[in-house]
């Protein structure tokens, strides 16, 4: 009955946090590319993304592998992993500044960047306490409050100051504010936290997680290489504009997510009582829905997207539809990955999804270098389209695959035990 309860308070809540939370990036770079210019949103772009992948390994093996967890580890100890985690985080942001050689400038932008991810991943493992106990509506509560006043903020003290970094320090202060009087305050009364805490089983989380990690950390290098290949080989101006274009992509992203969290635990108990028809039938409904947000997102932006993104950026991007269109076909393919992926952790199948993105990942780096290289702009969104393909191609098959063999091994053991 507690499902029945909270299902659609959880489901609204989740939606209208999720999305702000998702979109937040977006009005940041649209204020960065008004106020400040496109060579400072071009930093800004690729710092957003160099957070974001190393956001994956402060989550290090994520809420989804928390909220499923069947072993005996207890929220503290999945905490304290946070806190350790969230510490590499910011050693590596720092680490990766002073190897590429960054101006004191960007490399700032870099750091509070990822220091505001950083709350972001440490938030996460209360939000996973709170999906545990069914209250997923209080995680989209979370995500509300810091988007909507983080926005406020920075909005406002970037068009005062025009002073980039004093706007990111602000919505570091209210993330901060945020975690710590309402997910950490709230949060507490939903676990033990006098409960014994076991170094083995927090270090054990490092070894259980690896792949589930892994493969985070590698989807998200592969949405974010043309980037890497545009910061070596072309200027600000160009990073920035790539990323307003790809920026749209987001929004089927988004779907996935409002799609697969509130059904996590149903896909669980399905392939706990091995209800492998059910399962299947749950995948491919989700799947129609993305397909058809794919078709309806890809035809708007094709012809209305350019003109609407040049009016809210104030940049010119005529010039760009069809790469818009090629963009956001690839998002629907690779959100449907992302989907097939999330129901394979929950069935702890993680280490051939590591192969598979270990596979992807170097194509992806050879090509988005190659092409870059060779054709600036255009080549970028050709490395983009062929490795969120090639992504999709491997997912479908994979997942496929190990679904109808533990079908048809339960299906052999029902008709052995009948026998």
Same mark, same amino acid.
């Given at each position: 009955?507690?499902? !029945?309860?909270?299902?659609?308070? /959880?489901?609204?809540w /989740?939606?209208? *946090? =999720?999305?702000l939370n998702a979109f937040n990036s977006l009005f940041f770079l649209i204020c960065v590319t008004r106020v400040n210019g496109l060579e400072d949103a071009g930093i800004f772009s690729i710092a957003f993304s160099t957070a974001c992948i190393l956001y994956m390994l402060g989550i290090y093996s994520g809420r989804v592998f928390q909220v499923t967890d069947a072993t005996n580890t207890n929220d503290r100890e999945f905490i304290i992993n946070r806190f350790i985690t969230s510490f590499i985080m910011i050693l590596l942001i720092v680490f990766f500044v002073i190897l590429k050689g960054y101006s004191l400038y960007k490399a700032s932008i870099f750091i509070l960047i990822c220091f505001y991810k950083m709350l972001e991943a440490l938030s996460d493992v209360f939000y996973g306490i709170f999906q545990?106990? @069914?209250?997923?509506?209080?995680? *989209?509560?979370?995500? =509300?409050?810091?988007a909507?006043? *983080?926005?406020?903020?920075?909005?406002?003290? @970037?068009?005062?100051?025009? @002073?980039?970094?004093?706007?990111? %320090?602000?919505?570091?202060?209210?993330?901060?504010?945020?975690?710590?009087?309402? !997910?950490? %305050? /709230?949060?507490?009364?939903? +676990?033990?936290? =006098? &409960?014994?805490?076991?170094?083995?089983?927090i270090l054990n989380l490092f070894k259980t997680g690896f792949f589930t990690f892994?493969?985070?950390?590698?989807?998200? +290098?592969?949405? @974010?290489?043309?980037?890497?290949?545009? &910061?070596?080989?072309?200027?600000?101006?160009i990073q920035a504009i790539f990323g307003i274009i790809i920026m749209p992509a987001t929004v089927i992203g988004l779907c996935a997510q409002f799609l697969i969290h509130p059904y996590l635990i149903t896909i669980l108990n399905f392939y706990k009582t091995k209800?492998?028809?059910?399962?299947k039938k749950l995948l491919y409904k989700i799947?129609?829905?993305?397909?058809?947000?794919?078709?309806?997102?890809?035809?708007? *932006?094709?012809?209305?997207?350019?003109?609407?993104?040049?009016?809210?950026?104030?940049? !010119?991007?005529?010039?760009?539809?069809?790469?818009?269109?090629?963009?956001?076909?690839?998002? =629907?393919?690779?959100t449907i990955s992302t989907i097939l992926s999330s129901i394979l952790i929950t069935m702890r199948h993680t280490g051939v999804q590591f192969i598979i993105y270990i596979i992807n990942s170097i194509i992806a780096?050879?090509?988005?270098?190659?092409?870059?290289?060779?054709?600036?702009? /255009?080549?970028a969104i050709i490395a983009f389209f062929i490795t969120m393909l090639l992504c999709f191609i491997l997912f479908y098959i994979i997942f496929i695959k190990i679904v109808n063999k533990e079908q048809l091994l339960f299906e052999r053991s029902v008709n052995e035990d009948g026998k």
């Open positions: 009955m507690i499902n !029945d309860q909270y299902f659609a308070k /959880n489901f609204i /989740n939606i209208v *946090g =999720t999305t545990k106990n @069914n209250l997923l509506y209080k995680v *989209g509560i979370s995500y =509300t409050l810091k909507l006043i *983080g926005i406020v903020c920075f909005v406002v003290i @970037n068009v005062l100051t025009h @002073n980039l970094i004093l706007s990111i %320090i602000s919505i570091i202060v209210i993330s901060l504010l945020i975690t710590l009087l309402y !997910d950490i %305050i /709230n949060s507490r009364k939903l +676990y033990n936290y =006098t &409960d014994n805490i076991k170094i083995s089983n892994a493969i985070s950390f590698l989807g998200v +290098y592969l949405l @974010n290489a043309p980037k890497y290949a545009i &910061d070596v080989f072309l200027s600000e101006d209800e492998f028809k059910k399962l799947i129609l829905y993305l397909l058809g947000i794919g078709v309806l997102c890809s035809l708007l *932006g094709y012809y209305l997207g350019t003109p609407i993104l040049g009016f809210i950026y104030n940049v !010119d991007l005529s010039q760009y539809s069809t790469h818009l269109l090629f963009i956001l076909i690839a998002a =629907t393919l690779y780096l050879l090509l988005c270098n190659f092409f870059v290289y060779k054709f600036s702009l /255009n080549g």
